[in-house]
């Protein structure tokens, strides 16, 4: 019976929330409309971003070598020239918004809301600007492969660990140029220190490590940065994200992971947060406030940053390809070959 | 050999990726063979005809009746039948019939398949194994197949086929198969010669068969496969055409980066292709392609691959822990990646114990990694390889994945580390089920260091019956019938007994290859006193008994031990 009364439960949330996602698209203007060049089987990229102007180019031009077909942008109010700049791409549609990130669930109600207009039957991937995804074989075969791959296997969901990247030395140490590969300056990353534990309630796993907490959190891991995401998925107008792109409902879509033993195939999410630009973006953080839990994190890394911004060690791995991500654990071909 | 040599004709079967299909369609019809082709029913019929027209040009490619054509059923091997009656009708100078499908790539020169079937000419390449003795199917339904009844879509009527199998089962139904027959299963996908192919279709049986195999799960991998042992005395069990399943049943792909791969396989036909790899068609559908070879097919490095990845997606990397792999309890496979070794008590007992064992073994040795103040690395580092901190609380926030995550990130260089009843407890269990883990155990040893502590007695004593509380519990783990991992336990008074051989051995035990025979050894921590100290103990009602019978007066029988000064061993 508790099974049942559990899943009636989960059944009212992701109702819950489709409910909001489609209240909160009202708080979206739109700036450019090109929805009507989405083909069948375009794989399309869904993003929020706020005043990222300088990462723009690398972001687009990335996402589009990879293979995204059209992009589903929303500003949350910029005023860094980010959203004229998107509204010229012929590939992008642009949704602007001034209202409250936080009160929109951290942006996931707006997310939801045009997954579940444009997005039906698509390939969906949900990033970030700083995120990049990195999956098997990325350099010879593109994203298409990829989600015709996962659907011939009956796979709706492909998660991806966020790894964060960083520099050696301060991270304001060069400054990021605009269409500049943000990895030739933060090619760093941690390559064995996460640790992983299970959701009951979702289902899905709950990944904390890497510089984030070895440096800001290691007197108290329970509060760093969650690094599991499942950011590509074959949407269904009736699936959700709960919080940020962790975990979705229903929440079968959450085992992107294997318990007997083998390995589901799976990618990472390079993550160029630690770049010139982040003091900036932190110091902005503190008191616009508008981030998760009260944006304690920004301000851990506010007052450690002032001390020592260098986040390398003599055990920092470098960045090379995708195979050493899978050779280090980090990622796995599964049976994908 | 010229390409009006009609003696191979191709059935082609094509249901996605049309475009690709005519390519490839074009190709055989380029290099001189008849081909049939069905287009599934399913395609809608303004782009089946626009194929169509494509190959207007072509007298000697057909297209037979359509059929809805679905997975698993036996609407495939009709469409089958009725291309391949096609085939044998219109082109009576085919001797090879081809059964490829469009997503089917031909990897060398059509020429070299016909030279290689003309030197073959009455050879059936059909894979065809016994169900008796061959387990290989995906489902566990291989013997059953045939002996059940399978009405219902797997793909579109999941449940009921799920609920029609298990009643089936529940109330013991059993098919009679048709006699004179034995079920053979293999590939789909075979080249038969025109005589055993139209003895299959022109069998006076072949109602009963079909009657019979319309209700056999997945026919199109046992039809042929089993008729064809009744037709024909020479069958050649192998697949022309390259095809690696998956442990689902479903083929591999393959894409741009595979080429070399393919290449050099020496198959005569590949399956299946991704649609937009568009390198591997240009390079394969070439016009001229070159010089000849005779070889065989060699699959074996293809082979490698997709057994590796298999390997990988059902069984993983043992003792690896990530986002994609987390295994539940039992079903690790390798709760860590190698072996590592926990000494207990042997840092309290040797003054210099770390530093020796490091010096003569060469291998990593760290303090006591689960200390309760910080993670004692190697070298007192406050980070170690792969960016694992040495604070306490990150180390606690989980001990077994602190402790696989660094065997995996140090995997090559065997490690030990020292372990004791001041430590993180919850390792233990950890520990004690992990087959790569040598503990070894000197019980009570914590008390020298006791001894040697500048403490009051009564706290002495108050830390004494907590350490031995604590060790005693964590015994009771190593010798619980769960553990798994290679556990010696002394008691300090058995340990002293022979302590250089104890040493020597568990050092071979590490090292199993190298006969080392040190000579030098760990310096031993004054004991002088140290009885008259548990007996004091005793006196104040705590009894140390993990430390086992020390006599009180120190005087010990066969110690040979000058306390204080290295023993060496010639």
């Known amino acids: 019976m508790s099974r049942v009364w559990r899943s009636y439960r989960l059944r009212a949330e992701r109702q819950r929330r489709l409910v909001r996602a489609i209240r909160k ?101 949900v990033v970030d600007i700083d995120e990049f995804l990195i999956y098997p074989f990325c350099d010879t075969r593109p994203l298409g492969a990829l989600a015709d791959w996962l659907e011939a296997s009956s796979v709706r969901s492909f998660g991806a660990m966020l790894i964060d990247m960083y520099p050696k030395g301060r991270i304001d140490a060069v400054p990021y140029r605009p269409g500049q590969d943000p990895f030739e300056i933060a090619c760093w990353f941690d390559s064995g220190n996460y640790v992983i534990e299970k959701n009951p309630k979702y289902r899905n796993l709950w990944v904390q490590g890497g510089p984030r907490m070895r440096m800001f959190f290691a007197d108290d891991p329970m509060r760093a940065p969650a690094l599991n995401k499942i950011p590509l998925v074959k949407w269904n107008r009736r699936y959700a994200y709960v919080s940020s792109t962790h975990m979705l409902l229903p929440r079968g879509l959450n085992l992107v992971y294997e318990e007997w033993g083998g390995e589901k195939t799976s990618g990472c999410l390079l993550h160029a947060k630690f770049l010139n630009t982040f003091s900036e ?46 050779i280090l654990g980090l990622m796995s071909k599964g049976n994908w070959a | 050999m010229s390409t009006d040599d009609r003696s191979l004709g191709v059935v082609l079967l094509v249901h996605t990726a049309l475009e690709r299909a005519g390519q490839v369609a074009h190709h055989w019809a380029r290099n001189g063979c008849p ?23 072509y007298p000697a490619v057909r297209f037979s009746r359509r059929l809805r054509c679905e997975w698993g059923r036996w609407s495939i091997v009709r469409a089958t039948q009725i291309a391949s009656e096609l085939m044998l009708a219109s082109f009576p100078d085919v001797r090879h019939v081809f059964l490829a499908s469009g997503s089917c790539l031909p990897l060398r020169p059509i020429d070299d398949l016909r030279t290689y ?61 048709p006699e004179g027959i034995l079920p053979h299963m ?83 036909v590949a399956r299946k292709i991704w649609p937009k790899a568009d390198r591997l068609y240009q390079t394969f559908l070439r016009k001229s392609s070159g010089s000849r070879r005779t070889g065989e097919p060699d699959t074996n490095k293809i082979d490698r691959i997709f057994s590796d990845a298999v390997a990988r997606r059902t069984r993983g990397r043992p003792g690896l822990y990530m986002h994609s792999r987390f295994p539940n309890e039992g079903w690790e496979n390798g709760l860590t990646c190698a072996p590592y070794s926990v000494f207990e008590g042997f840092g309290d007992l040797f003054q210099n114990f770390e530093a020796w064992l490091s010096r003569i073994t060469g291998i990593r040795v760290h303090g006591h990694l689960f200390a309760p103040d910080e993670a004692e690395f190697e070298g007192g580092q406050s980070v170690y390889c792969g960016g694992l901190s040495s604070h306490p609380a990150t180390r606690d926030r989980n001990p077994g994945q602190f402790l696989a995550s660094l065997i995996w990130n140090m995997r090559g260089e065997r490690q030990a580390f020292q372990y004791g009843p001041d430590d993180t407890p919850e390792i233990g269990w950890f520990m004690a089920k992990d087959p790569n883990a040598q503990i070894s155990v000197i019980s009570g040893a914590w008390a020298v260091s006791l001894f040697h502590s500048n403490l009051d007695f009564s706290t002495i004593r108050k830390i004494a019956a907590l350490r031995q509380k604590a060790e005693a519990a964590h015994l009771e783990i190593l010798r619980s019938p769960h553990t798994k991992a290679r556990v010696r336990i002394w008691t300090m008074a058995e340990f002293m007994e022979t302590p250089m051989d104890n040493l020597q051995m568990l050092i071979d035990e590490m090292l199993p290859r190298s006969s080392l025979r040190f000579s030098e050894a760990p310096r031993l921590a004054s004991l002088s006193g140290f009885g008259k100290f548990l007996q004091n103990l005793k006196n104040h009602g705590m009894h140390p008994y993990l430390v086992g019978n020390f006599p009180p007066d120190n005087a010990f029988p066969g110690h040979p031990w000058p306390a204080g000064r290295p023993y060496l061993v010639k």
């Open chain 2, 117 to 177: 079937l003309g030197e073959r000419p009455e050879t059936n390449f059909i894979e065809s194994a016994s169900t008796e003795d061959v387990p290989w199917t995906v489902g566990g339904l291989d013997k059953e197949r045939f002996t059940l009844r399978f009405p219902f879509s797997w793909k579109r009527q999941r449940r009921l086929f799920d609920g029609y199998v298990k009643l089936q089962r529940r109330i013991g139904y059993c098919r009679t198969i």
């Open chain 1, 281 to 326: 973006k932190a110091a902005e953080e503190l008191t616009r406030r508008q981030h998760y839990a009260d944006s304690h994190e920004y301000r851990a890394y506010h007052d450690r940053l002032k001390e020592s911004p260098d986040l390398w060690c003599k055990w920092s791995e470098k960045y090379i390809n995708w195979r050493q991500l899978e």
């Open chain 1, 25 to 125: 698209r009202g708080e979206l203007r739109l700036v450019a409309d090109r929805t009507a060049l989405i083909g069948k089987g375009d794989i399309l990229c869904v993003a929020t971003l706020r005043n990222e102007q300088v990462r723009l180019p690398y972001f687009l031009s990335y996402y589009r070598n990879l293979g995204i077909d059209h992009f589903l942008l929303i500003d949350n109010d910029s005023n860094d020239g980010s959203r004229d700049y998107l509204a010229d791409q012929a590939d992008v549609s642009l949704w602007s918004t001034p209202k409250s990130y936080k009160r929109a669930n951290f942006g996931t109600d707006w997310v939801n809301g045009l997954l579940r207009k444009h997005a039906h039957g698509h390939w969906a991937l």
């Open chain 2, 35 to 57: 081909v049939v082709i069905h287009v599934d029913r399913r395609v809608p019929r303004e782009s089946c005809q626009a194929f169509m027209r494509a190959f207007a040009d």
């Open chain 2, 186 to 268: 293999g590939s789909q996908w075979w080249c038969l010669t025109r005589q055993t192919l139209s003895a299959i279709l022109e069998s006076p049986r072949r109602k009963e068969y079909d009657r019979y195999f319309r209700r056999v799960w997945i026919p199109d991998e046992s039809y042929f496969q089993t008729l064809a042992r009744i037709h024909s005395r020479n069958i050649e069990s192998r697949s022309l055409t390259l095809t690696k399943f998956d442990y689902q049943g479903k083929p591999h792909v393959f894409y741009d980066d595979h080429l070399q791969l393919l290449r050099r396989s020496d198959c005569f």
